[in-house]
Every structure is written in structure tokens, then in C-alpha cells.
């Protein structure tokens, strides 16, 4: 069965950068886009961007170019998504979710999700 | 970036009750729209995909309909288990969410 799981949670101080991992298992990762989307506490869903697992290709939301990075190590079938120049407003939980495939753009599969946490 | 209107923010309602949540995208979407319940503390749960296509599992309560810009998810009969959070998505570009419809029992 498909699995997406993530690393644990993390505390960082602002300006500095968390990189969070997603490791999957159960299919063939480099056949499905991996996405990042993240939740404030009490907020909705965003998502900040996308990256192909076969090309390492990303496409970034507008609101996050600049800050994040999504890469992936496909000898160990993980997904990074790494944030930088933390501010307050970055702490959220982070999930990682596996798309449908070509032309398929939906979340059937979710990671856990990775409480980042930005406090001085 | 395409902008997801989904309305109401909450909504009161009682068991049995049909429940209508709306999602307006702010240009043509086609069908590439996928709706999520999630309650708290966990991912959100897939329950249509592209419009109006149940997913495998999903109790037949639930639906959805639309196309193009006006998209409604429905619950045909509100059960105590549905008290949760949804969201509409939509993947015509870069993906964007509905900033969510929060559900409570009456």
C-alpha cells in the first residue's frame, strides 16, 4: 500500500530554514508529481508548490518563490521541501501528498504532516 | 493564479439534513475540481474528484456537481461522522484551495 512518511517535528528560530522529508513507499516514485501543501493553526489549506520525482522539475506558488526549494532523492524514494528565512506566520503543519498522475490532480494519498514551529 | 470562492465559511445543520457547500472558480476550470473533508488533526480525506466522481470507499451520501466556473458538493443526508472541515481544489493550473466550509451539527 501507498506511504508517505514524514520527519518529525521542528522548532526553529525566525530567519533560519527547516527542510522537511517525505519518504514513499508502496509505489514507483518517480511515476507521480509529489506536492507540498501546509496548514496554519486554525487556517486553511495552501499549497506552496510541486515537484517531479523523475525530472526534478518544480513549480513553486507565487507566494513562496524565492523562499522554498523541493528536492528529491530517488535512490531512497524521499521528497524535501525546505523553507527559508523563517517568519512567525511560517509555523503550520506540512504535508507532503502524492498526486493521481498525468492529468489526475487530486490527493488520494497524504503524508502525516511535520509541525514546523517559529518562535524566538 | 486562479482564486477558489468557496462559500459558506460555516454552516449549522442538523442530522438528516441536506447540506450544499458552493465553490466559484475565478476563470474556467472545466471539471479539474476535487473536493476534501478533514477533521481536526488529521489529512485531509478525499471524497470527489474531478467534479463529481466519488472515490472508491466514500459513503454514497456524498456528491458533487458543476463545471466550469460554479462548482456544489453535497450531503444528502448530514450524519454525526460529516462534522468536519471541507475544502474544494482545483488543478485546471497550479493547484489552489477553497479557503473551506467549517460543519457543525445544530
Known amino acids: 500500500q501507498v506511504q508517505l512518511v514524514q520527519s518529525g517535528a521542528e522548532v526553529k528560530k525566525p530567519g533560519a530554514s527547516v527542510k522537511v522529508s517525505c519518504k514513499a513507499s508502496?509505489?514507483?516514485?518517480?511515476?507521480?508529481?509529489m506536492h507540498w501543501v501546509r496548514q496554519a493553526p486554525g487556517q486553511g489549506l495552501e499549497w506552496m508548490g510541486r515537484i517531479n520525482p523523475n525530472s526534478g522539475g518544480t513549480n513553486y506558488a507565487q507566494k513562496f518563490q524565492g523562499r522554498v526549494t523541493m528536492t528529491r532523492d530517488t535512490s531512497i524514494s524521499t521528497a524535501y521541501m525546505e523553507l527559508s528565512r523563517l517568519r512567525s506566520d511560517d509555523t503550520a503543519v506540512y504535508y507532503c501528498?502524492?498526486?493521481?498522475?498525468?492529468?489526475?490532480?487530486?490527493?488520494?494519498?497524504w503524508g502525516q504532516g511535520t509541525l514546523v514551529t517559529v518562535s524566538s | 493564479d486562479i482564486q477558489m470562492t468557496q462559500s459558506p465559511s460555516s454552516l449549522s445543520a442538523s442530522v438528516g439534513d441536506r447540506v450544499t457547500i458552493t465553490c466559484q472558480a475565478s476563470?474556467?476550470?472545466?471539471?479539474?475540481l476535487n473536493w476534501y473533508q478533514q477533521k481536526p488533526g488529521k489529512a485531509p480525506k478525499l471524497l470527489i474528484y474531478?467534479?463529481?466522481n466519488l472515490e472508491t470507499g466514500v459513503p454514497s451520501r456524498f456528491s458533487g456537481s458543476g463545471s466550469g466556473t460554479d462548482f456544489t458538493f453535497t450531503i444528502s443526508s448530514l450524519q454525526p461522522e460529516d462534522i468536519a472541515t471541507y475544502y474544494c481544489?482545483?488543478?485546471?493550473?497550479?493547484?489552489?484551495f477553497g479557503q473551506g466550509t467549517r460543519l457543525e451539527i445544530k
Open positions: 481544489q482545483q488543478y485546471d493550473n497550479l493547484p489552489t
Open positions: 474531478d467534479a463529481s
Open positions: 476563470q474556467d476550470i472545466s471539471n479539474y
Open positions: 508502496g509505489y514507483t516514485f518517480t511515476g507521480y508529481y
Open positions: 501528498a502524492r498526486d493521481g498522475g498525468i492529468k489526475s490532480g487530486w490527493y488520494l494519498e
